[in-house]
């Protein structure tokens, strides 16, 4: 690489760094210098692009190569923004792509978004000397970023795909930060055992795998998102074991999380908005205003309390839809009134949630118990006659990769 090249990156390292700090997501002066350190190109040769609109099926892609004089102004653009860097389809092969369009495929693996990986890594409070484990890595973005802070040979990451696994490491290594990456199911741990005092998950679980718990240190800290079928309200898990090795376990709502693992199928309004445009539902009156977006106490509850209902966040009001149901509430047409339609009451089940939520003390985050014997883990917030608690999904609800 030139050094005409090296300034220009380094240059968009600091503007996207800068850009970090001025937002105050970026405060930790450690994971600053390792953002302007780690040369994201390296780990990001190319990007694919969706071109097609929303449920279109198939859809189309164009490949970006950050090698191609053509692409390299887009390519720069896009890894050095605030956005997901989508680099494979199905579980290909990354050693032979060809740059331009592109029909069908699903995206299997990415590079989350930087103001997400900024949250997360401040989030688990890594420090020199830690030992750090990445489950589900992808391309190893924030892999480099935690060993470019934990120090050489303290960073290790398990990836399910072996062509991924093969890329992330061939490319880690030319960054020279001692990184190891293996092939293995992350659902259970690091295949050598061992101990880390800090773990990230960069794929959703429906509940914590009993061997991310074994394997965290004393005084560590576990950091995942707890995943259900709708993308709409996630919720992110902090799992710290005490100096004594008790376990302890935070559930708290968030904007926004990691994706759950391949397989997994998400809840989608997009089929139905025609449909809810067509006939909104028959108007009912209601006590229950809207509750804000940023009510994610709340909206986490709902993601359990009120099942298989996603919210399509690009309608004019509040609309929120069972699609397997083919049930809707949107919220109006005027004030202390909604729309219904379905055998589901989905606004009735909301209103009888948040009462719930109110008597529990309107919880922003909750306690989740962590059985030592792996059974079922249990979600709490307040006591007595007020108390709001539900049980996480066993572990089994999300596929395990294929032979």
Not at 48 to 53: A, D, K, N
Request: proline share 9%; glycine share 12%; net charge negative.
């Amino acid at each position: 690489m030139s050094l005409d090249v090296d300034a220009t990156t380094a240059g968009r390292r600091a503007e996207l760094v800068g850009r970090l700090e001025s937002e105050g997501t970026l405060t930790d002066p450690r994971l600053r210098a390792a953002l302007l350190s780690v040369p994201r190109e390296g780990l990001l040769p190319h990007a694919y692009v969706r071109v097609s609109g929303p449920g279109a099926d198939p859809i189309d892609w164009r490949l970006l190569d950050g090698s191609h004089p053509d692409d390299r102004a887009e390519w720069l653009d896009l890894i050095h923004s605030d956005e997901s860097i989508l680099v494979q389809r199905d579980g290909e092969r990354l050693d032979a792509l060809v740059r331009g369009p592109v029909t069908g495929g699903n995206m299997t693996s990415m590079a989350t978004y930087t103001p997400a990986t900024v949250e997360a890594l401040q989030a688990m409070q890594l420090g020199p000397g830690q030992r750090y484990l990445e489950l589900g890595p992808g391309p190893g973005v924030s892999l480099a970023l935690a060993a470019a802070i934990a120090g050489p040979g303290l960073a290790a990451g398990v990836e399910r795909g072996g062509h991924m696994a093969a890329f992330a490491q061939q490319n880690l290594d030319r960054l020279g930060l001692g990184v190891t990456v293996v092939e293995g199911d992350a659902l259970d741990g690091h295949p050598a055992g061992g101990e880390f005092d800090r773990i990230h998950s960069g794929i959703g679980v429906p509940c914590v795998p009993p061997a991310w718990a074994d394997q965290l240190a004393p005084g560590g800290r576990l950091l995942t998102t707890l995943a259900t079928r709708t993308p709409s309200w996630p919720g992110q898990l902090l799992v710290t074991r005490t100096a004594t090795g008790r376990i302890e376990a935070v559930l708290t709502g968030r904007p926004r999380g990691y994706r759950p693992m391949l397989g997994y199928r998400w809840l989608s309004a997009v089929d139905h908005r025609a449909r809810v445009k067509a006939e909104p539902g028959t108007p009912r009156p209601t006590r229950l205003a809207p509750p804000p977006d940023d009510a994610y106490g709340f909206w986490l509850a709902a993601a359990y309390q009120v099942p298989q209902v996603v919210r399509d966040f690009q309608a004019e009001t509040m609309t929120l839809v069972a699609p397997e149901d083919g049930s809707w509430a949107v919220a109006g047409p005027g004030e202390g009134t909604v729309r219904v339609h379905g055998t589901r009451d989905v606004w009735g089940e909301l209103e009888d949630l948040h009462h719930q939520w109110v008597r529990a003390g309107r919880p922003s985050t909750y306690t989740v118990d962590l059985p030592a014997d792996g059974g079922l883990q249990s979600v709490t917030a307040g006591t007595g006659a007020g108390q709001l608690a539900w049980t996480l999904p066993p572990l089994a609800a999300v596929p395990r990769p294929s032979p």
